[in-house]
């Protein structure tokens, strides 16, 4: 949503190609980061104005999204757009670490964020399970650490150039001192311990730390940082800092005896790891000073002496910002904008930076960053994690908050978005597609019925899919359902609101103890309709899937799924029906419906049915 925007009757039709004939122009001085600009569209043609080339792109993804083509060519709507973004760090986290992403990848990206308007790339470039970038100097961070895929320095340059050239920053980020499994295997002798002895292969927190007390660790680090620097030109430099619970420094007898020599504990005596940590957040500042680079870590490395200029981005809650902010750190959000969790679009949307932060202190949050951790997304399958659920987070954090609170029009112009990502090249449609295709194979006639049960159907949410008997590791295929499932399920949705919609307009329209079915409105009509179809469909594609179950052993796992999609459409229809009818549920159907939809809702193949909430609605639970 622009900041200011006033539309006029009539149209401005193109005689040449619609970016050929926008007149543009730069007002400002050179250097400048000013992303304002003006886009004015009247019958005398189309004009673009900024102050600056970065106001430019800015001003080019908006002018994308209001031209249309038509019968008789290219048309836009006349109009003034006078626009600026409300925060200036607008990011994109992608981690290539945990699964390796190639180039290609980031840069269909890199186009979905510049058509956004999102400004920043964070690349995790490090993690236990891989080190992603060519050393000249320690060519085992590559060969070792890389083992799984990594980019040449050439590549890396390339990807800056690409990003640069759509108004984008890149901030690297290696993940320091833990999150390092990689790194250790590679050089062994920064470790804490020597139970580094390959690249780790599980996921979760392994709590991996190299040893901070060896000068041997800093010497090695100011040559590595300072080669890795000269990849990337922003100032900011992203060392991570999150999740190390310093177990491994504990059981360390030499480095127990580092921290009591340096008095690191706590007023009982015991030694305190996080006074540790901030010996080594103080000695990675140091080096990347001295290259000219503004340090960004997580909220972990947030301590009384860290000194005021380093960036706090605060991934475990709004509080971390408010104490951030309070210390006198610029400071980023990415709480709320996690888009691996498989969280909606709305409740990103809901999440804002400025949360709970007095007026006094607001100038010192940057903005904010969606993040997509690619434990569960690999290569083929990594954009459908990120959009078009990501582009919710770009206007929450450019528009201006009073004009960005309506979620049904935020929904209805996400579908368009997702459209125009989809035109870019992007495959957030394409991949889950193509593998839905690909599980059908044993029997191509159940495809459309596959695609059905897909299409209301979710991964389960937060890190669920660690702990429910299916065993991952970095070798793990993401060619399940549950890949192709999306993240937030559209058809699930529109079937809720639908649903409630219908529910309300009868409210209104039934009389608690009615003498004769109602008499429904053209609008309860056309939604019941709707939902009688929806509902239809499910149970057709449910007849139709137990073929493909019996010859795909990839998706038998799923039967019992598709057995319980059928039991609640036939729950539904009863439902539908009562409502229709004006009539209360019989005696008990309410508590056995209750009964059916809570062995509904529990996960198989560690999806669950997008439709229960809406379904425990409709039947009045």
Not at 464 to 474: D, L, V
Request: glycine letters at 6%.
């Amino acid at each position: 949503m622009p900041a200011q925007a006033t539309w006029q009757a009539g149209h401005y039709r193109f005689a040449t190609a619609p970016l050929l004939a926008l007149h543009r122009q730069v007002t400002g001085p050179a250097g400048s980061t000013d992303e304002s600009y003006r886009l004015h569209i009247t019958a005398a043609g189309a004009s673009l104005t900024a102050a600056s080339p970065l106001g430019i792109q800015r001003g080019l993804a908006t002018f994308r999204q209001v031209i249309e083509s038509t019968p008789r060519g290219w048309r836009a709507q006349l109009c003034d757009i006078r626009d600026q973004p409300r925060f200036a760090w607008r990011g994109l986290m992608i981690d290539p670490a945990r699964h390796f992403l190639p180039v290609a990848v980031i840069k269909r990206n890199i186009d979905g964020m510049a058509a956004v308007k999102l400004n920043v790339l964070h690349w995790h470039l490090s993690d236990d399970q891989g080190w992603r970038v060519e050393s000249k100097l320690f060519p085992r961070l590559h060969t070792v650490a890389g083992a799984t895929g990594y980019y040449t320095q050439a590549e890396v340059r390339e990807v800056v150039r690409y990003a640069t050239q759509r108004g984008i920053r890149v901030v690297p980020e290696f993940d320091l001192p833990g999150h390092t499994g990689a790194l250790l295997a590679a050089y062994p002798r920064l470790a804490s311990n020597d139970s580094i002895k390959t690249l780790p292969v599980r996921w979760g927190v392994l709590n991996i730390a190299l040893d901070p007390t060896r000068e041997g660790t800093y010497t090695m680090l100011d040559s590595v940082l300072t080669e890795m620097s000269g990849l990337f030109p922003d100032k900011y430099f992203h060392i991570g800092g999150d999740e190390n619970d310093g177990r491994q420094w504990r059981h360390s007898p030499r480095i127990v005896a580092f921290m009591k020599e340096k008095g690191f504990v706590t007023t009982k005596g015991v030694v305190d790891k996080h006074q540790l940590q901030n010996y080594f957040n103080r000695r990675m500042l140091t080096i990347l000073q001295k290259l000219g680079k503004t340090m960004v870590g997580w909220d972990e490395i947030l301590g009384p002496d860290l000194p005021a200029p380093v960036v706090i981005e605060s991934w475990r809650g709004p509080k971390g910002v408010l104490e951030a902010v309070s210390q006198r750190h610029p400071a980023l959000r990415a709480n709320g904008y996690y888009l691996d969790l498989y969280f909606t679009a709305a409740s990103h949307y809901a999440a804002d930076p400025l949360q709970g932060i007095p007026d006094s202190l607001q100038s010192r949050v940057l903005g904010g960053e969606a993040e997509m951790w690619s434990e569960f997304a690999d290569s083929v399958i990594y954009e459908s994690r990120v959009w078009p659920r990501a582009a919710a987070v770009a206007e929450r954090l450019w528009s201006p908050a009073a004009l960005s609170q309506d979620v049904p029009d935020m929904y209805r112009r996400l579908a368009f978005v997702s459209e125009e990502l989809d035109a870019l090249g992007l495959r957030h449609r394409r991949a889950p597609a193509a593998l839905l295709r690909q599980l059908a194979a044993p029997y191509p006639a159940a495809l459309p019925s596959l695609q059905t049960l897909a299409s209301v159907i979710e991964p389960v949410k937060e890190y669920k899919r660690h702990f429910q008997g299916f065993k991952y590791t970095t070798e793990t295929p993401l060619t399940r359902l549950v890949d192709a499932a999306p993240a937030e399920s559209d058809v699930a949705r529109r079937f809720g609101a639908t649903a409630d919609s219908l529910v309300a307009e009868l409210s209104i329209a039934v009389p608690k103890f009615p003498a004769a079915p109602p008499t429904l409105s053209p609008t309860a009509q056309r939604q019941l309709a709707s939902l009688q179809n929806q509902l239809a469909g499910w149970q057709r594609a449910t007849e139709a899937l137990p073929p493909l179950f019996v010859l795909s052993p990839s998706l038998a796992e799923y039967a019992p799924l598709a057995a319980q999609l059928s039991i609640v459409a036939n729950l539904l229809s009863e439902r539908l029906t009562q409502l229709a009818q004006g009539q209360a549920p019989p005696p008990g159907w309410q508590a056995a419906a209750k009964l059916q939809l809570d062995a509904a809702q529990k996960p198989v193949g560690q999806t669950e049915l997008a439709i229960i909430g809406p379904a425990r609605r409709l039947v009045g639970l």
